[in-house]
């Protein structure tokens, strides 16, 4: 077994059909071509025409599986309900909605303009809103379950954290969200969980969050206690099962998955593990002194 395999089985996914938002690219993309293996039908959908129909065509060839894209601003409730209506009439129905269209960008905050902050809020935190409530409606309205809905947040949701303050205020509001519909909307039969990944290599992140130099004096890898960044099939492992009914009693939860990142750098002690065993030997031997006296 090797970490960078499909850990569910063939076809675990085959009554799945899954809306994925920002799917087009970096992770939104990984995970759709897992899910796809899997035998789901997916309609991604992010506002870049050209890159969702390369995006379509390179998913089909790597998995042969159903895969269709809608041109979609999650920052628009009608193009919301638009590229729901797209999945329903391309696959019949939707069961399954994966909200990872994000937005963000690293700032001093007083250097923001109010839009800037406002941009980021409305992709993140009303673009989730907008395809939940859009598909939430349906699922209500047309008695489908079980669904399973999958947000995609952040470490900093939960810790906060300087330098991305929109993104962090946005994604800790998905956060509520989350556990608040998994509370509300269980009597219809929908679960909802969210992903907060740590550090996962993407163009989109990378050169939005760690620019030019940025990337070699804040290595991310070295945040990690494991000192490695994260495979985008580990992710895809995880919400492919959060997907799917082997999760069934699974809801409200946020899981972690990081290697250890947020912990490590929140104990505050943590960093002692570069303290070599000699200089271990001669500070216990310090320690006991100081009893002695
Ligand atoms: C300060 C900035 C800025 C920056 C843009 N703005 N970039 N302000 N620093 N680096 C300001 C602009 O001046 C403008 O304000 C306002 O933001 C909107 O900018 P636009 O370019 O017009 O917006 P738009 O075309 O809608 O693009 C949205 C975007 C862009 C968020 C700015 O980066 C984008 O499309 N991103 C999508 C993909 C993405 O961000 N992926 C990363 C996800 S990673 P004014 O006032 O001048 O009009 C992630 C978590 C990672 O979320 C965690 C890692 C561990
Ligand atoms: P990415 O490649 O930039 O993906 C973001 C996607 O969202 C793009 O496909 C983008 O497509 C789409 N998008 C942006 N604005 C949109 C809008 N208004 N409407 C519709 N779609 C929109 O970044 P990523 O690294 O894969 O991030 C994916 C998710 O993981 C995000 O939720 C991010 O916060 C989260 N995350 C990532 C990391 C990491 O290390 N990579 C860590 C923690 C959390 P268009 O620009 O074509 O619209």
Not at 287 to 293: N, R, T
Request: one cysteine or more.
């Amino acid at each position: 077994m090797k970490y960078t395999e499909i850990m569910l089985r063939e076809n675990s996914l085959s009554d799945k059909h899954i809306i994925v938002t920002g799917g087009g690219s970096g992770l939104g993309k990984s995970m759709s071509e897992v899910l796809l293996k899997l035998g789901a039908k997916v309609l991604i959908c992010s506002r870049n025409e050209e890159k969702l129909k390369q995006a379509v065509q390179d998913l089909k060839s790597a998995t042969g599986g159903q895969v269709s894209y809608a041109v979609c601003d999650v920052r628009s409730y009608e193009d919301t309900q638009k590229a729901l209506d797209e999945a329903v009439n391309r696959f019949g129905y939707v069961n399954g909605l994966i909200n990872n269209a994000a937005g963000n960008f690293v700032s001093p905050t007083e250097r923001l303009s109010a839009h800037a902050f406002d941009v980021i809020i409305d992709i993140v935190l009303k673009g989730t809103k907008n395809m939940t409530l859009a598909a939430g409606k349906y699922w209500i309205n047309n008695g489908i379950k079980p669904v399973s809905v999958v947000n995609i947040v952040t470490t900093y949701a939960f810790t906060g954290s300087g330098y991305v303050v929109p993104s962090a205020s946005a994604k800790a509001g998905v956060l509520a969200m989350t556990r608040s519909l998994a509370a509300e909307w269980a009597k219809y039969g929908m679960r909802f969980n969210a992903v907060a990944p740590g550090p996962f290599p993407t163009k989109g992140a990378w050169e939005r969050l760690l620019p030019g130099e940025l990337k070699n004096k804040f290595d991310p890898a070295q945040r990690v206690p494991l000192k490695r960044v994260g495979e985008h099939i580990e992710l895809a492992n995880l919400v492919s099962y959060l997907i799917s009914d082997y999760s069934a009693y699974i809801n409200g939860e946020v899981i972690t998955i990081d290697g250890g990142e947020w912990i490590y750098n929140a104990g505050q002690f943590n960093a002692f593990d570069q303290i070599t065993p000699e200089q271990w030997d001669l500070l216990a031997q310090l320690i006991k002194s100081k009893k002695k006296k």
